[in-house]
Structures are given as C-alpha cells and as structure tokens.
C-alpha cells in the first residue's frame, strides 16, 4: 500500500471509532450496556478492532 492508502484506511478508521464510541456512549447513557449486554459488547470490540487496525496502518505508513 501507499502511504496515501494508508491515510485513507486511517482516516476511515477514525470515522468507526469515532461513530462506535458515540454509539457506546448513547448505549452507556440510556442503559442499554446493561440491558443488552451481547450488543454492547459487540460494540466494544469493534471499537477494539477499529483502534488495533488503525495502529498497524499508522505503523506500516511511518516505516514504509
């Protein structure tokens, strides 16, 4: 990959982190983490994933 297609995996990224965390924070606030706990932990991991997959982008881009 490019380092251009880096930054565009990068920045995609962000925006899941971003909308996952906003979503967590609505799950957290309503009480829905308690109430549909498979949901919220489903959330939780992409949020996981999303994070580890832009690090390894960031990592790649800067040794690359």
Known sequence: MTPDD???V???????????????????TSGMSET?????DKLLSILDSAIK???????EMLSG
């Open 36 to 40: 549909m706990p498979e949901y919220y």
């Open 10 to 28: 990068i920045d995609e990224l962000q925006t899941v982190i971003v909308e996952t965390q906003a979503t967590i924070d609505r799950f957290e």
């Open 6 to 8: 880096h930054q565009r």
């Open 53 to 59: 997959q832009q690090r390894e982008h960031t990592q």
